[in-house]
């Protein structure tokens, strides 16, 4: 597979959430995923437990059922206002209402994408308490990133979802994923439509730099 000509920094800032641009009638290569899914395990695990699992929905029924309960998530997510646009400049509030549009469009496509990944933890994160939260995580997160690196340089698109948590407990039913293992995250993956993705509008540094003191 020919890797996008990237320079690291180009990498880091232009892997953006795609939702919009997923391409929703090529298929993806198993293979394809599987060398991102590497990549994605040689990211840091707390005490090199390397606790992580990873299921990759392929199978139409199976991710139809899973976009069921994710539009069912983000039933909820809209009626609280989805991307706010409260409070933010006439710029930011235009940005945030994309970004509703956005997600809006992918909760109606999701069962359409065609991989679906479930990046899964061994522990029971009910069973965790809030102190050691992001600890926990922490043995996760780092390789989902890694995954979304890969696939970026490789042409695909990702963007991280949670909506689907709210009935994790049905997805692991659906999947048949065994108690004392705990989701993170859903990340569909496809590719993209163009693969010309630039840095996003950020808050400039200094409004949230503090140096020794907040």
């Known amino acids: 597979m020919t890797l996008l000509d990237l320079t690291p920094e180009q990498l880091l800032t232009t892997t953006r959430g795609v939702r919009k641009r997923l391409d929703l009638d090529r298929p993806v290569e198993p293979e394809l995923v599987e060398e991102c899914l590497r990549v994605a395990l040689q990211a840091p695990s707390g005490s090199n437990r390397q606790g992580w699992h990873w299921l990759v929905v392929t199978d139409p029924d199976l991710r139809a059922g899973v976009a069921d309960y994710y539009r069912k998530g983000a039933a909820a997510y809209f009626e609280a206002g ?24 992918l909760t109606e496509n999701l069962h359409r994408v065609p ?6 933890l061994e522990g029971d994160v009910e069973q965790i308490s809030a102190r050691y939260q992001a ?80």
């Open 82 to 105: 989805g991307a706010s646009t409260e409070g933010y400049s006439a710029e930011r509030a235009a940005t945030q209402a994309r970004v509703t549009a956005s997600a809006r469009y």
């Open 135 to 214: 600890s926990f995580w922490a043995s996760l997160f780092p390789a989902v990133w890694n995954f979304m690196l890969a696939a970026r340089l490789r042409g695909l698109g990702t963007v991280w979802t949670s909506l689907h948590l709210r009935y994790a407990a049905e997805v692991a039913e659906l999947l048949g994923i065994p108690p004392g293992f705990s989701q993170g995250a859903l990340v569909p993956v496809a590719y993209t439509v163009g693969t010309d993705f630039r840095p996003a509008p950020r808050e400039p540094l200094e409004t949230v730099l503090h140096r020794d003191r907040w």
């Open 115 to 120: 991989v679906l990944v479930i990046p899964c």
